[in-house]
Protein backbone atom coordinates (compact mmCIF):
# COMPACT_ATOMS: atom_id res chain seq x y z
CA UNK A 1 0.00 0.00 0.00
CA UNK A 2 2.95 2.38 0.86
CA UNK A 3 4.94 1.30 -2.03
CA UNK A 4 1.73 2.03 -4.48
CA UNK A 5 1.08 5.45 -2.81
CA UNK A 6 4.83 6.38 -3.58
CA UNK A 7 4.35 5.57 -6.62
CA UNK A 8 1.55 7.71 -7.27
CA UNK A 9 2.82 10.58 -5.79
CA UNK A 10 6.28 10.45 -7.75
CA UNK A 11 4.19 10.88 -10.85
CA UNK A 12 2.45 12.98 -9.27
CA UNK A 13 5.53 15.40 -8.65
CA UNK A 14 6.65 14.12 -12.29
CA UNK A 15 3.19 15.47 -13.85
CA UNK A 16 3.64 19.27 -11.43
CA UNK A 17 7.29 19.34 -12.62
CA UNK A 18 6.21 18.78 -16.40
CA UNK A 19 3.48 21.00 -16.20
CA UNK A 20 5.73 23.75 -15.02
CA UNK A 21 8.51 23.55 -17.39
CA UNK A 22 6.20 23.13 -20.94
CA UNK A 23 7.57 26.05 -23.40
CA UNK A 24 5.39 28.76 -23.44
CA UNK A 25 4.16 30.78 -26.01
CA UNK A 26 6.00 34.90 -26.35
CA UNK A 27 4.32 36.65 -23.26
CA UNK A 28 1.74 38.55 -24.09
CA UNK A 29 1.52 41.53 -21.70
CA UNK A 30 -2.00 41.87 -20.42
CA UNK A 31 -3.34 41.56 -16.69
CA UNK A 32 -5.67 38.30 -17.66
CA UNK A 33 -2.50 36.50 -19.03
CA UNK A 34 -0.40 37.19 -16.32
CA UNK A 35 -3.31 36.26 -13.85
CA UNK A 36 -3.20 33.01 -15.65
CA UNK A 37 0.52 32.37 -15.27
CA UNK A 38 0.39 33.65 -11.59
CA UNK A 39 -2.56 30.77 -10.98
CA UNK A 40 0.00 28.48 -13.06
CA UNK A 41 2.79 29.23 -10.90
CA UNK A 42 0.71 28.73 -7.32
CA UNK A 43 -0.70 25.80 -8.68
CA UNK A 44 2.91 23.91 -9.38
CA UNK A 45 4.57 25.29 -6.41
CA UNK A 46 1.43 24.05 -4.17
CA UNK A 47 1.49 20.52 -5.95
CA UNK A 48 5.05 19.94 -5.26
CA UNK A 49 4.91 20.88 -1.54
CA UNK A 50 1.78 18.69 -0.81
CA UNK A 51 3.97 15.72 -2.91
CA UNK A 52 6.73 16.34 -0.97
CA UNK A 53 4.86 16.17 2.77
CA UNK A 54 2.69 13.14 1.72
CA UNK A 55 6.02 11.27 0.57
CA UNK A 56 7.53 12.31 4.19
CA UNK A 57 5.17 11.48 6.19
CA UNK A 58 4.01 8.16 4.17
CA UNK A 59 8.40 7.06 4.26
CA UNK A 60 9.55 9.19 7.87
CA UNK A 61 7.86 7.04 10.41
CA UNK A 62 8.45 3.39 8.49
CA UNK A 63 11.78 4.69 7.99
CA UNK A 64 12.30 5.53 11.73
CA UNK A 65 10.63 2.40 13.19
CA UNK A 66 13.11 -0.07 11.07
CA UNK A 67 16.18 1.72 12.26
CA UNK A 68 14.80 1.41 16.01
CA UNK A 69 13.15 -1.71 15.79
CA UNK A 70 16.45 -3.98 16.76
CA UNK A 71 17.23 -4.78 20.68
CA UNK A 72 19.79 -4.31 22.18
CA UNK A 73 22.94 -6.90 21.62
CA UNK A 74 25.13 -8.68 24.10
CA UNK A 75 27.74 -5.74 23.60
CA UNK A 76 25.44 -2.90 24.28
CA UNK A 77 23.98 -4.82 27.55
CA UNK A 78 27.69 -5.78 28.70
CA UNK A 79 28.17 -1.72 28.25
CA UNK A 80 25.69 -1.29 30.80
CA UNK A 81 26.80 -3.72 33.12
CA UNK A 82 30.89 -2.68 32.61
CA UNK A 83 29.29 1.02 33.29
CA UNK A 84 27.73 0.19 36.54
CA UNK A 85 30.78 -1.57 37.94
CA UNK A 86 32.99 1.46 36.85
CA UNK A 87 30.76 3.41 38.70
CA UNK A 88 30.75 1.34 41.73
CA UNK A 89 34.22 1.35 41.45
CA UNK A 90 34.56 5.34 41.93
CA UNK A 91 32.20 5.67 44.89
CA UNK A 92 34.05 2.99 46.46
CA UNK A 93 37.12 4.96 45.56
CA UNK A 94 36.07 8.45 45.61
CA UNK A 95 38.93 10.23 47.14
CA UNK A 96 41.64 8.89 45.13
CA UNK A 97 39.74 9.26 41.49
CA UNK A 98 38.93 12.69 42.53
CA UNK A 99 42.52 13.81 43.39
CA UNK A 100 45.42 14.04 41.26
CA UNK A 101 48.98 15.00 42.03
CA UNK A 102 51.64 16.57 40.07
CA UNK A 103 54.90 14.50 39.43
CA UNK A 104 57.94 13.80 41.62
CA UNK A 105 55.66 14.53 44.74
CA UNK A 106 54.24 17.91 43.52
CA UNK A 107 51.01 19.51 45.05
CA UNK A 108 47.89 17.47 44.99
CA UNK A 109 44.39 18.69 44.04
CA UNK A 110 40.90 17.85 44.07
CA UNK A 111 40.01 16.86 40.17
CA UNK A 112 36.14 15.65 38.99
CA UNK A 113 37.22 14.91 35.44
CA UNK A 114 37.32 11.57 36.63
CA UNK A 115 33.11 12.04 37.43
CA UNK A 116 32.65 12.76 33.51
CA UNK A 117 35.07 10.00 31.97
CA UNK A 118 33.51 7.50 34.60
CA UNK A 119 29.61 8.85 33.17
CA UNK A 120 30.26 8.16 29.70
CA UNK A 121 30.91 12.06 28.85
CA UNK A 122 34.71 12.32 28.51
CA UNK A 123 35.18 9.71 25.29
CA UNK A 124 33.16 7.53 22.46
CA UNK A 125 35.24 4.74 23.90
CA UNK A 126 33.88 5.19 27.43
CA UNK A 127 31.43 2.07 28.40
CA UNK A 128 28.24 4.74 29.00
CA UNK A 129 28.85 6.91 26.33
CA UNK A 130 25.47 7.71 24.75
CA UNK A 131 23.77 4.88 26.84
CA UNK A 132 20.61 6.27 26.31
CA UNK A 133 20.63 5.20 22.90
CA UNK A 134 21.03 1.17 24.19
CA UNK A 135 17.95 2.11 26.40
CA UNK A 136 15.82 3.39 23.69
CA UNK A 137 16.67 -0.07 21.77
CA UNK A 138 15.20 -2.24 25.34
CA UNK A 139 11.27 -2.08 24.63
CA UNK A 140 12.04 -4.35 21.76
CA UNK A 141 13.72 -7.03 23.48
CA UNK A 142 11.53 -10.29 23.47
CA UNK A 143 12.25 -12.07 26.75
CA UNK A 144 12.20 -9.25 28.64
CA UNK A 145 9.76 -8.97 32.68
CA UNK A 146 7.35 -6.53 31.00
CA UNK A 147 5.90 -6.10 35.05
CA UNK A 148 9.72 -4.68 34.91
CA UNK A 149 8.84 -2.11 32.36
CA UNK A 150 7.50 0.55 34.34
CA UNK A 151 10.53 0.44 36.74
CA UNK A 152 13.43 0.46 33.78
CA UNK A 153 11.27 3.59 32.40
CA UNK A 154 11.36 5.51 35.56
CA UNK A 155 15.11 4.31 36.42
CA UNK A 156 16.47 5.71 33.21
CA UNK A 157 14.68 9.05 33.58
CA UNK A 158 16.51 9.13 37.13
CA UNK A 159 19.51 8.22 35.29
CA UNK A 160 19.34 11.50 32.94
CA UNK A 161 18.72 13.47 35.50
CA UNK A 162 21.50 12.34 38.09
CA UNK A 163 24.00 12.14 34.71
CA UNK A 164 22.93 16.06 33.94
CA UNK A 165 23.43 17.09 37.25
CA UNK A 166 26.31 15.65 38.35
CA UNK A 167 27.73 16.74 34.90
CA UNK A 168 27.19 20.24 35.73
CA UNK A 169 28.51 19.75 38.84
CA UNK A 170 31.46 18.22 38.42
CA UNK A 171 32.39 20.90 35.46
CA UNK A 172 31.50 23.83 37.88
CA UNK A 173 34.01 22.49 40.44
CA UNK A 174 36.56 22.12 37.47
CA UNK A 175 36.47 25.84 37.70
CA UNK A 176 35.90 26.45 40.78
CA UNK A 177 39.40 27.60 42.24
CA UNK A 178 39.79 30.13 39.72
CA UNK A 179 36.45 31.66 39.66
CA UNK A 180 36.02 34.77 42.07
CA UNK A 181 35.14 34.16 45.18
CA UNK A 182 36.14 30.31 44.37
CA UNK A 183 38.97 28.34 46.15
CA UNK A 184 39.57 24.94 47.20
CA UNK A 185 36.51 24.76 49.12
CA UNK A 186 34.54 25.70 46.36
CA UNK A 187 35.68 22.88 44.23
CA UNK A 188 35.45 20.75 47.49
CA UNK A 189 31.86 21.96 47.27
CA UNK A 190 30.63 21.10 43.83
CA UNK A 191 32.84 17.67 43.83
CA UNK A 192 31.12 16.65 46.78
CA UNK A 193 27.23 17.71 44.87
CA UNK A 194 28.81 15.55 42.17
CA UNK A 195 29.29 12.62 44.25
CA UNK A 196 25.70 12.73 45.37
CA UNK A 197 24.59 12.86 41.91
CA UNK A 198 26.55 9.85 40.99
CA UNK A 199 25.35 7.85 44.23
CA UNK A 200 21.54 8.41 42.24
CA UNK A 201 22.88 7.53 38.90
CA UNK A 202 24.53 4.17 40.43
CA UNK A 203 21.22 3.46 41.76
CA UNK A 204 19.40 4.63 38.81
CA UNK A 205 21.89 2.24 36.39
CA UNK A 206 21.61 -1.25 39.10
CA UNK A 207 17.62 -0.78 38.57
CA UNK A 208 18.65 -0.82 34.35
CA UNK A 209 21.07 -3.46 34.66
CA UNK A 210 18.70 -6.00 36.60
CA UNK A 211 15.95 -5.36 33.85
CA UNK A 212 17.82 -5.99 30.74
CA UNK A 213 19.33 -9.49 32.29
CA UNK A 214 16.42 -10.55 33.55
CA UNK A 215 13.91 -12.55 31.52
CA UNK A 216 10.45 -12.91 31.77
Known amino acids: MVNSSILLLAAMASGATAFSTVPSTPAVHSSSTALQASRRDFFTRT ?11 LLGPAASYAAAGDPPTKEEIERIKIGYENIQYLLDNWEKETTVCRENGGECKRDANAVRRYLGLRSTTDPLFQIEKVFAKVRFMDDIDPEKLDAFFEA ?16 ISQ ?26 AEKSLKVILDCVTSTA
Open 156 to 171: TEDWNSAMSMSNSMAF
Open 47 to 57: AGIAVATTAAT
Open 175 to 200: FGEYNPGGGKDEVLKYLNEAQKQVVL
